[in-house]
């Protein structure tokens, strides 16, 4: 009944706000969903975007989400949880084919359910369920994602984003391109 009132208000949040920016990478889009909620309410608002909290299937993705993200102390929802001890479960179904305990930048103590991605150590975190998180969603691409959804941006994502910078004077053009 609480998930859904909650997926409800989401999908009504969802429709309110503009349309997200997806990175492609593989036959998945992701994107980072800067508003922080619990893991479960976070899951909700995937769901109604199409998709689930990310899943993340060896080191080289991991380190491709980490470079999605703000390069602070930034901690985001993964779809990851733990449901038994040593037991963890992604939110999309798919197998958890990483071992965990090597991806695991500390101990899980005990309440810590569901992990997210230290984004400055590109290592996963447990957390308790219940904190509020920024996180990241992703979706399998289908012919209903890719063309005839004009509101989604897409871009082709397989190197750390850059940021360039152009600066104009009245006699000189300036560039600059950070990675």
Known sequence: MLFALIYSALVAMAAAAPAPSWATRGDKQHTFVRKRMTFDAAQAHCAALGGALASIHSTEENTFFASLLPQSNIKVWIGLRRTAPDTYAFSDGTA????????????????????????????????????????????????????????????????????????????????????
């Open 96 to 179: 958890v084919d990483l071992d965990v305990g090597a991806m695991l930048g500390q101990r899980m103590r005990s309440g810590q359910q569901c992990l997210a991605l230290d984004a400055r150590r590109a290592v996963w975190v447990g957390l308790r369920c219940s904190r509020r998180r920024s996180f990241v969603c992703s979706r399998v691409l289908s012919s209903s994602t890719s063309g005839s959804d004009t509101s989604v941006s897409s871009t082709t994502i397989s190197e750390p984003p850059t940021t360039e910078t152009t600066t104009t004077t009245s006699s000189t053009t300036t560039t600059t391109t950070t990675t």
